[in-house]
């Protein structure tokens, strides 16, 4: 349980928050590419309670602006992209991704009053379909090395969704292992695997076993929980132990804002929770396969069976009560709102209000994993404690995440302490595109099991 005060300092993130600042000193999603088509790359977009504009220069350049012009608050939104940057189409100021005024076509000729001018701008990486950009002070760190942003384009998937609710609860609710048992309960594992949404390797035979995953999240609703504080945040264990063998599913809180969990013993997946503003989140989604190729065109209609476009926003809504069934929740899952995790996630956190209140929850064993990354947020807001995070360095010798590793997999009982581990180095040897490289280096303590 925390206090008013200690909530409101973990969920709201406007200018001038302390979770704010934590925020933007870390690389965040600004939008999709495929949010900017190449008739007019150019999208309006909210950060953390500050309006911008996104664009591709025809240079290819990305850049991000204050979407108000400093010279009278043109709206950039409906600018043309022209000459090398972005105009205003109040009086024509010309801005490239910098921030830089180029032209002032209205101003006598000769003048240099825009050498005086810069618009706010922040710096942007492009990484497979998504525009990254950093919004804090001073130079920005290295962009993470992360496996996600250096698997190939046919490895990866990125799309997102809109939750209406605070980011924290919806990141919060990724880091819970234990809720698989329920939230997402199959009660068959005979089901029409389209329905399933990307989610059918949860439908099949756990690795080197013929039991499905979904029974035994259904046979074993209580995990024995184990978790390690790391540089990237937290290592979270879920360990289901059937008595032939050990189901162990690793996974991850990424400070700030998101997660890495697995799907399978090849797919993994980011989730990174964007805060719109305090009360609205856009959830960025990367999947990302070592070994085989992703089929992206299946993964994206799967979506759009979820989703509307342009606003990704999800058919099942609080609108239309989420779909709930009635005779569904008796006979095929066990929330009733359909097969959907995309959904039971979107439902759930959406259900605890705009803003989760903490003051009246009662946390339990189940969330160990919870309690600890609150910990990391407030020391990093408030300046308390030792800060041991690399996630947003810029000492190029701490910027490889090697152990930061999620796996579904299953082991004998005595072995998944180190075998969970080795499992995941053996298909990296056996990745196309990070097969035959081993680690930069291994940290927190792990071994290979070798």
Not at 76 to 99: F, K, M, S
Not at 135 to 154: K, N, R, S, Y
Not at 312 to 327: I, L, Q, T, V
Request: aromatic share 10%; glycine share 10%; net charge negative.
């Amino acid at each position: 349980m925390v206090t008013q005060q200690e909530n409101d300092l973990l969920t709201r993130t406007g200018p001038g928050t302390a979770m704010g600042a934590v925020i933007r000193a870390h690389w965040q999603p600004l939008a999709l590419t495929a949010e900017l088509p190449d008739e007019r790359p150019l999208k309006d977009i909210t950060i953390c309670g500050e309006n911008l504009v996104v664009f591709r220069d025809e240079a290819g350049r990305y850049g991000a602006l204050e979407r108000r012009c400093c010279h009278r608050s043109g709206d950039l939104c409906y600018g043309r992209l022209e000459d090398g940057g972005l105009r205003c189409p109040y009086h024509g100021w010309l801005y490239d991704v910098e921030g830089v005024c180029l032209e002032q076509p209205a101003e006598p000729a000769g003048s240099k009053f825009h050498d005086k001018i810069r618009q706010r701008a922040y710096p942007c990486i492009e990484r497979n379909g998504i525009v990254y950009g950093y919004l804090g002070p001073g130079a920005p760190p290295l962009f993470p090395d992360f496996d996600w942003h250096a698997a190939p384009e046919a490895h990866s998937f990125v799309f997102k969704g809109y939750q209406r609710c605070n980011w924290l609860q919806s990141n919060e609710g990724e880091i819970d292992p234990a809720h698989l048992s329920y939230l997402h309960r199959y009660l068959n594992d005979e089901i029409d695997e389209d329905n399933s949404y990307g989610f059918d390797q949860f439908l099949e035979a756990a690795d080197d076993t013929d039991m499905a995953v979904t029974k035994i999240l259904r046979d074993i609703p209580n995990p024995r929980l184990e978790i390690e504080k790391t540089d990237f945040g937290v290592r979270i264990f879920a360990l289901r132990d059937t008595g032939e063998f050990m189901h162990v599913r690793v996974t991850n809180y990424l400070f700030p804002n998101g997660a890495v969990v697995a799907i399978g013993t090849d797919w993994c997946l980011v989730q990174l929770h964007v805060p719109i503003d305090d009360e609205s989140n856009w959830r960025y989604d990367i999947f990302y396969s070592f070994r085989e190729p992703m089929d992206r065109g299946s993964l994206l209609r799967e979506r759009l069976n979820t989703y509307t476009l342009p606003d990704y926003k999800p058919k099942r809504n609080m609108e239309n009560r989420y779909g709930f069934d009635a005779a569904e929740q008796k006979t095929g899952t066990f929330a009733g709102i359909g097969y959907d995790f995309n959904i039971h996630d979107t439902f759930i956190v959406e259900g605890a209000g705009k803003i989760q209140d903490r003051t009246r929850e009662h946390l339990g064993y189940t969330d160990k994993a919870i309690i600890a990354a609150r910990q990391m947020l407030m020391a990093a807001a408030t300046g308390s404690g030792e800060n041991g995070l690399a996630v947003a360095t810029r000492d190029a010798d701490r910027n490889h995440f090697d152990n930061l590793v999620t796996i579904d997999t299953v082991l004998a009982s005595d072995a998944w302490r180190d075998g969970w581990l080795g499992k995941h180095l053996a298909r990296r040897r056996e990745s196309p595109w990070a097969g035959g490289i081993e680690p930069v280096k291994l940290k927190d303590g792990l071994s290979t099991g070798q």
